[in-house]
């Protein structure tokens, strides 16, 4: 079974704090895919990052930060100096690889991040 | 130019009416979705079309037809509305080269409320 879990429900931080929301995933597939979604209170579903199995190479993207690690089924998003504007809801989804070759997208609960201030 | 895009933004009806939304995208891409995104937040997956071909169809009740006149569009039909279909409905759409990394867009959402 695929399940992605993320158990912070809601994470608050005044600006400029650092951040880290985390991801756990399950799956017994060797080959599968790691994806954030940003969706901010407009609603609409903003693409962050993918990540492939076989890649466990961390990645910054300004003061994005994402720590995959492969040994504890994790995939976390870091915000350094976080802005208001980050203020958001962040999920975290898995792709496995179907047998069919086509990809279905399994998301975890999502994160809401608040930022004051 | 917007990539994804969803008719109409907002539906609010009746129990027991029949509605459409639509779904068009201008990326080429030969893959695509419906999501259904409940009052708390969570996401999941309806169906799935490549090439006008339904691929994926999770277990949703058969008042949910999703048409594909073309690999541009995929549309949702629902019939007999319910008070638990009120959701927001949202379109993706994935350039499907059978490996399953391709990245999924998402259209802005329908917001369905049925009163």
């Known amino acids: 079974a695929q399940k992605v879990t993320q158990a912070q429900t809601e994470i608050s931080v005044v600006e400029k704090e650092d951040v880290t929301l985390d991801c756990v995933y399950e799956t017994r597939d060797t080959t599968y895919y790691l994806f954030w979604y940003k969706q901010p209170p407009s609603g609409e579903l903003v693409f962050l990052i993918r990540?492939?199995?076989?890649?466990?190479q961390n990645e910054i993207s300004g003061r994005y930060s994402w720590n995959f690690q492969k040994s504890t089924s994790s995939f976390n998003f870091t915000i350094t100096a976080s802005q208001v504007v980050d203020s958001a809801v962040y999920f975290c989804a898995l792709s496995p690889l179907m047998n069919t070759g086509f990809q279905k997208l399994v998301f975890g609960t999502g994160t809401r991040l608040l930022v004051s201030p | 130019d917007t990539a994804v895009s969803q008719t109409p933004k907002y539906l609010v009806t009746q129990m027991g009416n029949d509605k459409s939304i639509k779904c068009e995208q201008n990326?080429?891409?030969?893959?695509m979705y419906w999501y259904k995104q409940d009052s708390k937040k969570f996401l999941k997956i309806m169906f799935s079309y490549n090439n006008k071909e339904l691929i994926i169809n999770e277990t949703v009740p058969n008042r949910f037809s999703p048409k594909s006149p073309d690999k541009a569009h995929l549309n949702l039909h629902i019939n007999s509305l319910e008070l638990g279909d009120s959701a927001v409905y949202f379109c993706?759409?994935?350039?499907?080269?059978?490996?399953?990394?391709?990245?999924?867009?998402f259209g802005p959402g329908t917001r369905l409320l049925v009163l």
């Open positions: 990326l080429g891409h030969d893959t």
């Open positions: 990540r492939n199995s076989f890649d466990e």
């Open positions: 993706a759409s994935s350039q499907d080269l059978g490996q399953g990394k391709e990245t999924q867009y």
